[in-house]
């Protein structure tokens, strides 16, 4: 069995170095060496195409993207935050190299986030700041923590309950909340408590309250424990697929698209099973097969991952199952050791422009590990 995962892992090695790109299925994630200020190509159009992409240039822009995010707005420590460098590395590759999620492209929303993070040079100020692309250029200068009695919680902005995409987390009164998109992932903010907010999904609205996990129009609801009570986790279709929320007898679904190239999505009977075709996870929960590469992402896939997790989401099958004790991001020098599925893997912060690798403590006490804000470029 292990003799096996290691082809598999030196497959996988050998197809990301054709692709321009060094994922290492080992402990060690080698990056391509280059300056945040360089990375955004001049007259680049916007919207960019990410199909236009070949691997090597998706997974470069996903690692600068990523790691500068994590640099400026640091974690949500004790959870899985899209502001999480390996959570953000997953949802990113998944948006920038189709080849990963190629019935599942991102839309609206969630691909306007995408597109303005990998061009992102600096934390705040101006459209190609990270706060920018986070609020939606509501504010570009970030957002400060208000007094509420308390230097350290967690809130959701604006104040207008239908239009929240934002999580800020404060850690003392007068600095600048750290800030996460929930549209990133197809998500809304949801105020759980007068010091809690998490990313929940959009047919709730508000507090992210759920009894029956089903479609709300495009909307997806879906019902999970969160530890501390069952909230909506679902997500707006509308960002992703063919922008569709289907119910089935496996429950409800985004509808999956057809592959990049236009062609007609195949059909399937519903289910929650997944199988594994060597690394690649397909599955079935709309009616049309939706394939998810977990070996772009450097893990693999496991059928017996996917028995937890919720059905419509293909990647659950994504995962290690030995030497996955990597819980938690960590520093090693200038180095930022980050956790994706349970793999252990390491980004060089100066490789990127970033300052040192460091930690905070978090409203909640924890420590999480970042790198130092993006550095002057090289004149």
Not at 5 to 11: C, D, N, Q, S, T
Not at 45 to 62: I, L, M, R, T, V
Not at 332 to 355: I, P, Y
Request: proline share 6%; glycine share 12%; net charge negative.
């Amino acid at each position: 069995m292990r003799r096996s995962r290691l082809i598999l892992g030196i497959a996988t090695l050998a197809s990301a170095i054709v692709g321009g790109v060094l994922w290492g299925c080992g402990d060690l994630l080698h990056s391509t060496d280059f300056q945040v200020a360089d990375a955004r190509p001049p007259g680049e159009p916007k919207p960019a195409d990410f199909s236009k992409w070949n691997k090597g240039e998706a997974h470069q822009h996903a690692f600068k993207a990523c790691m500068t995010l994590i640099a400026c707005e640091g974690g949500f420590g004790g959870e899985v935050s899209g502001n999480a460098a390996g959570e953000c590395l997953k949802n990113a590759l998944s948006a920038y190299d189709v080849t990963v999620a190629p019935n599942r492209p991102v839309r609206e929303k969630a691909h306007t986030y995408w597109d303005c993070l990998w061009r992102a040079n600096t934390c705040t100020g101006g459209e190609d700041s990270v706060a920018a692309c986070i609020t939606d250029n509501k504010n570009n200068d970030g957002i400060g923590c208000p007094d509420s009695g308390s230097g350290k919680f967690r809130s959701c902005i604006p104040e207008v309950p239908s239009v929240r995409d934002v999580r800020a987390e404060c850690r003392a009164l007068g600095v600048p909340a750290q800030l996460e998109s929930c549209a990133a992932t197809g998500r809304t903010c949801g105020q759980l408590s007068t010091n809690e907010a998490v990313c929940v999904g959009p047919a709730t609205g508000d507090g992210g309250a759920c009894t029956v996990s089903a479609c709300d129009g495009n909307r997806l609801r879906s019902c999970v424990d969160g530890g501390s009570g069952v909230y909506d986790h679902g997500v707006d279709c509308t960002s992703f697929g063919n922008k569709q929320c289907t119910n089935t007898d496996a429950g409800p679904a985004c509808v999956s698209s057809g592959p990049p190239d236009g062609g007609k999505p195949e059909t399937c009977e519903p289910t929650r099973a997944i199988t594994c075709d060597g690394n690649v996870a397909r599955g079935c929960p709309s009616g049309f097969v939706e394939r998810y590469d977990c070996g772009s992402l450097g893990v693999y896939c496991l059928p017996s991952a996917s028995a937890e997790g919720e059905g419509w989401d293909v990647s659950r099958a994504c995962g290690m199952d030995i030497n996955s004790e990597c819980t938690i991001d960590d520093c090693e020098g200038d180095n930022l050791v980050l956790c994706l599925r349970g793999m252990k893997q390491k980004q060089s912060c100066s490789a990127f422009g970033l300052g040192a690798c460091r930690k905070e403590k978090l409203s909640n006490d924890k420590m999480q590990a970042t790198c130092g804000p993006p550095l002057a470029p090289n004149k």
